[in-house]
């Protein structure tokens, strides 16, 4: 194995969601390419022996293992799978300097990263092995599975490409070249002036007071990062966001390029009123095969699926990793 960092994690139980009685939980480390520790919570069904099927979860993108990627997990170990849920790097209980940072290298890494760990372990089939994604970790998820022949099956829950929605805004109404290099000079003057004063400027989480004429997809995001139901102390976009200038990578990197050439099994689950559902509906326009699947949770919003147990589909992801993996 690897040597990490020795990070400070947290023992108590600090999640969005309660403790399933059905799985033993620990706390477990493992180092990224690039020599980032990363933190994650394990899942494991109680009881189990011999070696399981994994799944490496994370997402949604600012939020933490504690929120909707820990209960994806936690759910999945209760149908019989080995989980963990992690933090990227840069981000809550995972290493890296300087904090707050996102990157479409890096955190596409941060999912082969949590397959060589999973590959790695006894008790994990190595022939069994495959990630999910929340929101902006959906399409990262879907990227790195494009990289990675060593991830079997892939799950994008309410997607995002986040390199599409920096570089032409939501709906594509920012899709000229003035608008982003506008976009391009305005972060450039903030690395300058970050520079100058020694600190980052934070990007700023979800907004909060909301104003009146905020749109219905902001509202949803602020019941859940802003409220009981999902806020989280390490949470990002509960609390101040990534920093300002995280933005500029994903203004020239373009995800599903190579799309066509995944010969993986790939499953996006989107709700039909998700104001993201473009996300999902064109990455899956882009990939090629009998195992690709697109599962519409009919009348559900994009922060529906995460956390609603009474509609997100766990028994229809967990017989699609099964059926990929070979039962």
Request: some cysteine; charged content about 25%; aromatic content about 12%.
């Amino acid at each position: 194995m690897m040597k990490t960092e020795n990070l400070t994690l947290v023992g108590e139980w600090d999640k969005t969601f309660p403790r399933s009685e059905k799985t033993d939980h620990s706390k477990v480390t493992f180092r990224n390419r690039y020599g980032i520790t990363l933190a994650a919570d394990l899942y494991v069904p109680k009881g189990a022996t011999g070696k399981l099927p994994a799944i490496a979860v994370s997402g949604p993108f600012g939020a933490v293992k504690e929120q909707s990627s820990g209960l994806y997990a936690q759910e999945l170990a209760e149908r019989g799978f080995l989980t963990i849920a992690f933090d990227p790097s840069y981000t809550g209980e995972s290493g890296g300097e300087p904090r707050h940072v996102a990157s479409p290298d890096i955190n596409t890494e941060d999912f082969s990263a949590a397959i060589d760990y999973l590959l790695c372990r006894d008790d994990v089939n190595p022939e069994k092995v495959g990630i999910l994604g929340i929101c902006g970790w959906g399409g990262i998820a879907i990227e790195a599975a494009i990289n990675d022949p060593r991830i079997k099956a892939t799950v994008a829950s309410t997607m995002y490409d986040m390199t599409r929605v920096n570089a032409n805004g939501y709906f594509d109404s920012e899709n000229t070249a003035a608008l982003r290099n506008a976009k391009r000079a305005a972060l450039s003057a903030q690395r300058t002036e970050d520079y100058r004063t020694g600190t980052y400027k934070a990007g700023g989480g979800v907004v909060d007071p909301l104003p009146e004429d905020a749109p219905q997809f902001v509202k949803d995001y602020h019941d859940y990062y802003k409220t009981p139901r999902g806020y989280h102390r390490r949470s990002l976009n509960s609390n101040d966001g990534f920093n300002a200038t995280s933005p500029l990578p994903f203004l020239n990197f373009r995800f599903f390029e190579y799309a066509g050439e995944l010969e993986n099994a790939v499953m996006i689950v989107h709700g039909d009123k998700a104001h993201s559902f473009y996300f999902g509906k064109d990455a899956f326009a882009l990939l090629k095969g009998e195992n690709k699947e697109f599962e519409v949770v009919a009348g559900a919003s994009h922060t529906d699926l995460y956390d609603r147990k009474d509609i997100i589909p766990f028994d229809r992801i967990a017989a699609f990793f099964n059926k990929n993996f070979g039962e």
